[in-house]
C-alpha cells in the first residue's frame, strides 16, 4: 500500500535528490519549467498492434485530425510512431515507417504543432525530422547512438533518450522487479547524455522506459508494483539535471474495465516522483490531473487579509 509514511521514508533516504534543479526543456523556439508547468505528449499510433485501440489512426488523415484534436485537448507534443514497442508484435520496415509517418509530421507541423516521432531507426528519425518533428522519442540503445546523435545534432532537435538495455527497446535485456528501480540508471544517463552532448546534441530529456522488458515469470500486479515504485523513485534521477519524461502506465490488469481511468492515477505517482514530461493516451484527462495537483496544496491556508 502507499502510504504518507512510506513517501515519507523515501524523501528522507534521496531528500538532496527531490529539490535538485533540472534544465528548462526546449522545444522549438519555446524553453519550459517543467516543474512549473509540466509538459503533456499525447499519442498517435500508426501501427495496428498498439494495445490502446484508442491512439490508433488506419490512415494519415485519422492520424493528422488524431493530433490535432491532441493539441486543441492541451498536448504541448504530439507523438507519433509507426511501429508497437512490443516486441512479440511484427516489426516494420523503416521505409513503411517513413511512409507512414513523414506525411503526418508535415501536415502537423504545417498546422503548428510540435512533433515527435519515436523510433530507433536512424532514418526514420532523419526523415521525420527533415519533415518538421521538433523532437525524437529515441527509443534506441547504444547500437545506434553513433549514428542518431550526430542526425539530432544537425536538425537542433529535442531528444528524449530512453533508458534501453539492448540495440532497442523491442529487443532489450529482462529487467527483474525486485531490485532498486532506478539502480543503474545515475551512470548510464550520465555516459550517454555526455556522449550526446560531445556529438552536438543539446536539447536531452531522460525517460526510465519503465514500460520496456520485464521477465516473462513476471504477473501483471508484480510489474504494475515495479512501475508504481518507479515512478515514484524518478525524482533520485534529477541530480543528472535533465527533465525527465515517463510514458505512463494502462495497467488493464488492475483497472479493468476502468482502465482509461489508469493514466491519470499514475500521473499523480509521476507527479509526485518529480516527472516533467508525461507521454499519455488520455491528455484531458491528465491535463485535469496535472493541473488539480498545482491548484491544491498540502500546507497550511493563509487567511490572513491585505
Do not use: W
Amino acid at each position: 500500500m502507499i502510504s504518507l509514511r512510506e513517501l515519507a521514508d523515501l524523501v528522507t533516504r534521496y531528500e538532496a535528490d527531490l529539490s535538485h534543479p533540472v534544465d528548462l526543456l526546449r522545444v522549438g523556439n519555446r524553453s519550459i519549467d517543467v516543474d512549473a508547468t509540466p509538459v503533456i505528449m499525447g499519442c498517435v499510433n500508426l501501427s495496428q498492434d498498439s494495445r490502446y485501440r484508442e491512439s490508433i489512426a488506419t490512415s494519415t488523415r485519422s492520424a493528422v485530425r488524431k493530433g490535432l484534436v491532441l493539441a486543441a485537448q492541451g498536448a504541448d507534443i504530439v507523438d507519433v510512431g509507426a511501429e508497437s514497442s512490443n516486441p512479440r508484435t511484427a516489426q516494420v520496415a523503416a521505409e513503411e515507417q517513413i511512409s507512414a509517418l513523414v506525411p503526418v509530421v508535415q501536415e502537423l507541423a504545417r498546422q503548428g504543432v510540435a512533433v515527435s516521432v519515436e523510433t530507433y531507426e536512424p532514418a526514420v528519425a532523419r526523415a521525420c525530422l527533415e519533415a518538421g518533428a521538433l523532437v525524437l522519442n529515441y527509443t534506441g540503445g547504444v547500437v545506434s547512438d553513433e549514428e542518431m546523435f550526430p542526425i539530432v545534432a544537425h536538425r537542433q532537435a529535442t531528444m528524449i533518450l530512453c533508458h534501453v538495455e539492448g540495440s532497442n527497446c523491442r529487443d532489450v535485456a529482462e529487467r527483474g522487479v525486485d531490485e532498486d528501480p532506478v539502480s543503474g540508471m545515475v551512470d548510464y544517463f550520465v555516459k550517454r547524455v555526455d556522449h550526446a552532448r560531445s556529438m552536438g546534441v543539446e536539447r536531452i530529456a531522460i525517460d526510465p522506459g519503465i514500460g520496456f522488458s520485464h521477465k516473462g515469470s513476471v504477473t501483471a500486479d508484480v510489474r504494475i508494483n515495479h512501475q508504481a515504485r518507479s515512478l515514484l523513485h524518478t525524482f533520485r534521477l534529477r541530480r543528472i539535471g535533465l527533465p525527465i519524461c515517463h510514458a505512463l502506465p494502462h495497467a488493464f490488469d488492475l483497472f479493468e474495465d476502468e482502465f482509461r481511468a489508469a493514466e491519470g492515477f499514475f500521473a499523480v505517482l509521476a507527479h509526485m516522483g518529480g516527472t516533467g514530461v508525461y507521454r499519455t493516451h488520455e491528455v484531458p484527462k491528465i491535463r485535469a490531473v496535472l493541473a488539480a495537483l498545482r491548484a491544491l496544496s498540502v500546507g497550511p491556508v493563509d487567511t490572513s487579509e491585505g
